[in-house]
């Protein structure tokens, strides 16, 4: 499984120190690295994520897969 870095990492410049935080949103891969992928050596199956709109009894939202 190939998954986006999921935090967030800045330096401190005076001290070189890299810190890191967790997203608060999850943060998701572009869909064009499935053909990357593809190509690896190894490589059997390449499943990418969708995202689409969905109908709900309040109205519209966004599904995912």
Same mark, same amino acid.
């Given at each position: 499984?190939?998954?986006?870095?999921? /935090?967030?990492?800045?330096?401190?410049?005076? =001290?070189?120190?890299? =810190? /890191?935080?967790?997203?608060?949103?999850?943060?998701?891969?572009?869909?064009?690295?499935?053909?990357?992928?593809?190509?690896v050596?190894? !490589?059997? =199956?390449?499943?990418?994520? !969708?995202?689409?709109?969905?109908?709900?009894?309040?109205?519209?939202?966004?599904?995912?897969?």
């Open positions: 499984m190939v998954g986006a870095d999921q /935090s967030i990492h800045w330096t401190k410049h005076k =001290k070189h120190k890299t =810190k /890191s935080k967790p997203l608060a949103e999850r943060a998701w891969l572009p869909a064009d690295i499935a053909g990357r992928l593809r190509a050596p190894g !490589v059997t =199956k390449v499943v990418p994520e !969708v995202t689409f709109p969905a109908r709900t009894p309040r109205g519209t939202a966004e599904g995912h897969a």
